[in-house]
Nanobody, 114 residues
């Protein structure tokens, strides 16, 4: 079964940065849009950033200008560079292919202290 493995989370102070990675063992991402999702404590999981197969990107307003999504197709990996973190960015972060969701990975936890 294809696995998604998220990593790079941690505890950071407000204003800090983190770089998340999402890797898969197969070419799951090939030709597909890949997205990062965030699940804040007590809230539903939401899509916050996406990248198309051609590299086009999209962001929700709350992260626009602070987060950057990118992909390395040769390594079947997608990244999320998060800068100027704020406490509201705290949550569990996941990746998936929104047009054809696969089994969710365990996610990576991000905690931003004020």
């Amino acid at each position: 079964q294809v696995q998604l493995v998220e990593s790079g989370g941690g505890l950071v102070q407000a204003g800090g940065s983190l770089r998340l990675s999402c890797a898969t063992s197969r070419s799951l991402f090939s030709g597909k849009t890949v997205a990062w999702y965030r699940q804040a404590p007590g809230k539903q999981r939401e899509l916050i950033a996406s990248i198309g197969r051609g590299g086009s990107t999209g962001y929700v307003d709350s992260v626009k200008g602070r987060f950057t999504i990118s992909r390395d197709n040769a390594k079947n990996t997608v990244f999320l560079q998060m800068n100027d973190l704020i406490p509201e960015d705290t949550g569990d972060y996941y990746c998936n292919t929104p047009t054809a969701l696969t089994t969710w990975g365990r996610g990576t936890q991000v905690t931003v202290s004020s």
